[in-house]
């Protein structure tokens, strides 16, 4: 009876309700679970026919189930959950087409990321549209070379290219930078320690925290700028190898239409559509760095040979025993701030009411120009090319002629043991080991003028101050010698904002009567949003830097004095435009007309304004044409050394 009563139960109606229904595209996949399950079941059967001696009967097989496994199918459904949790069905499983349009954006940002890279050029002019629509030709060589090799060998091939690009597209921005300033590329051997500079340049225009904060953000640039560019490189090659085929024979019509392109001359919008940009800036990397390596080398030789090193001191500017001489640097002083239309007229006026001023005071000048061997920056080059005579042109010639044995102008003057040398140095805010070289006695430094002032950007110390310092501390003092001294004028440095004004001489005091004119001035920061402003502003600092020279001559200078000022370099390429050159004006003014006797060879023009057929010489030939000039002549005697009073 019992027996018969388990027969006729109903099935578990209640669980199979509660099952889910199969999708309407086939049966569930089977779990590792299930069939375990399944198995157990199976075995559970048998062993109960095989205990009654014979077939178990359906609601007894359906029993020792439900009792059995009640609780391990309660478990194993627990532990699908689980690992479903586990493994997450991530979001890409869960929104498949955002997934797929995520991944397809990455893929095209990254493609795009490799072709510009590819394409960029190293100058800021040619960053046009037209530069970045061609066919570079490395992309197609390194995707043929990439589907051509084995599996291990391509994953190192594509870290390397993607590091590669990401310093190729570095080196693309620093010459970017050295054209904008320096119109020159960047020299990979010889420049690293420019960046000193600028970050010293940076500290002193926008503060300690400004500076660290712009060098830790260039910092983190690089270092995405290659993390990037590889990762890049490998996500496109994982495509390539993804669609072989297809990839195939992409490249090879890419290639079919490169060489067709670079054989027809085909341009697009004057730009030749077959590019290797890449290839071409890799080569001329290679040949500025041997040549880099090269100069080493034959400078040395070339500053060991001074014709002028073994003259008796005797012999050494005997045309100018008694005289004050003073050379002064003009910084950023160029052609363009007297040739170019949009500044011409106002700096020609200055020079030439300072001529007249001069002329008044008892002064005649002379004028003409000198090519500087650097532009937009660098002045120390130009200074130590005009004192050494040798062309300067770069950090490692800079570093052999200041510890070489070569006589600059200015020891000259020492060694003749007829004058007392110093310098005027408001830009030098350190130490200075090279003033040893250019033989002067003492140097005055930013931190020993005395000045209380504000900074005005970059320059710390106004130019008409620092001229007023040059005559308290040395020029009205009464020496045993005459004094020779060189003196640089910086408030014409980058940003040129804000501009000192002129003043009275008795009202500059310690400087700080310069706190209120700073606070009046511009703000750089917007100057240097529009290219006009600049242009004006850098103008404006010009005709300020010239005032305060004419006016110190017109007060200080006596029939003693002898000037000679000149610009370091022309300023950046966003005053001058492209091309502008690299000449600057040299000027000589003197009371005594048999100091310009002594030039009237040179050919100068009048005045304070150098003219457009006024001889143009190399910076480096002043050296030896000033010593000669006012050297001994023939059957002259030397002249003895007057005492120098004050006054």
């Avoid at 300690?208 to 590889?230: D, E, F, K, S, W």
């Avoid at 090659?237 to 054989?263: D, K």
Wanted: hydrophobic share 40%; charged share 20%; proline share 7%.
């Amino acid at each position: 009876m019992p027996h018969s009563t388990r027969l006729s139960q109903p099935p578990n109606t209640k669980k199979a309700a509660t099952t889910e229904a199969p999708p309407p595209d086939g049966p569930p996949e089977r779990t590792p679970d299930e069939t375990a399950a399944d198995k157990t079941a199976a075995d559970s059967t048998s062993a109960t026919s095989g205990s009654t001696g014979g077939t178990a009967t359906a609601s007894d097989v359906a029993t020792a189930s439900d009792v059995a496994t009640a609780p391990d199918v309660a478990a194993d459904q627990e532990g699908v959950a689980d690992q479903e949790v586990a493994t997450g069905r991530g979001w890409r499983d869960r929104y498949p087409a955002v997934a797929r349009a995520v991944g397809r954006t990455v893929t095209a940002l990254a493609a795009v990321l490799v072709l510009s890279a590819l394409l960029l050029p190293n100058q800021l002019t040619r960053l046009t549209p037209g530069e970045f629509l061609r066919i570079p030709v490395e992309g197609i060589f390194g995707a043929a070379l990439l589907l051509l090799l084995p599996p291990r060998a391509r994953r190192v091939a594509a870290v390397i290219a993607g590091v590669g690009l990401g310093l190729r597209t570095l080196l693309n921005c620093l010459d970017m930078g050295f054209y904008s300033v320096l119109a020159r590329p960047f020299d990979p051997v010889l420049d690293w320690i420019l960046f000193d500079d600028a970050e010293s340049f940076l500290k002193d225009s926008i503060g300690q925290a400004g500076a660290v904060g712009a060098v830790l953000g260039v910092v983190l640039l690089v270092l995405a700028l290659l993390v990037l560019m590889t990762l890049a490189v490998v996500r496109l090659t994982r495509l390539l190898v993804r669609h072989s085929a297809v990839a195939t024979r992409t490249t090879l019509v890419l290639g079919t239409v490169w060489i067709t392109c670079a054989a027809l001359g085909v341009q697009l919008a004057g730009v030749p559509v077959a590019a290797a940009n890449t290839a071409d800036l890799v080569q001329d990397s290679a040949q500025r760095l041997r040549a880099s390596l090269a100069d080493q080398q034959v400078f040395a030789k070339e500053a060991g040979v001074d014709a002028f090193r073994d003259t008796p001191p005797d012999q050494l500017l005997t045309g100018l025993r008694g005289k004050d001489v003073i050379f002064t640097f003009i910084e950023s002083y160029g052609r363009s701030a007297i040739a170019d239309p949009a500044m011409a007229s106002q700096v020609d006026a200055v020079l030439k009411d300072g001529t007249k001023r001069l002329r008044k005071a008892g002064f005649a000048s002379r004028s003409a120009w000198l090519t500087s061997p650097t532009a937009g920056g660098g002045s120390w080059l130009a200074h130590s090319t005009f004192m050494s005579g040798l062309w300067i042109k770069n950090q490692q010639r800079y570093r052999t002629v200041t510890s070489s044995d070569r006589m600059p102008l200015t020891d000259a003057f020492k060694r003749s043991g007829a004058w007392r040398t110093a310098g005027i140095m408001p830009g030098v805010t350190r130490s200075w080991p090279e003033g040893k070289f250019y033989g002067l006695d003492h140097v005055y430094d930013t931190h020993h003028l005395g000045y209380q002032g504000p900074q005005f950007s970059w320059s710390r110390v106004p130019d008409q101050y620092s001229l007023s310092a040059f005559e308290r501390l040395e020029h009205g003092k009464r020496h045993d010698k005459p004094l020779m001294s060189e003196i640089i004028l910086v408030s014409s440095h980058n940003p040129w904002a804000p501009i000192p004004k002129m003043i009275g001489w008795d009202e500059l005091g310690d400087g700080s009567v310069y706190h209120s004119i700073k606070k009046a001035g511009k703000d750089p920061k917007e100057v240097w949003k529009d290219p006009a402003q600049v242009r004006n502003e850098y103008r404006r600092a010009i005709q300020y830097s010239l005032h305060s020279l004419i006016s110190y001559m017109e007060k200080y200078g006596n029939k003693n004095t002898v000037l000679v000022f000149l610009g370091d370099h022309q300023p950046v390429p966003t005053v001058t435009g492209e091309n502008a050159g690299r000449d600057v004006p040299v000027a000589l003014v003197a009371h005594d007309p048999a100091v310009l006797d002594r030039i009237s060879g040179w050919n100068w023009r009048n005045g304070l304004k150098p003219g457009p057929k006024t001889p143009v010489w190399r910076m480096d030939t002043f050296r030896d044409r000033f010593l000669t000039a006012f050297g001994p002549r023939p059957g002259e005697t030397p002249a003895k050394t007057p005492g120098r009073p004050g006054h």
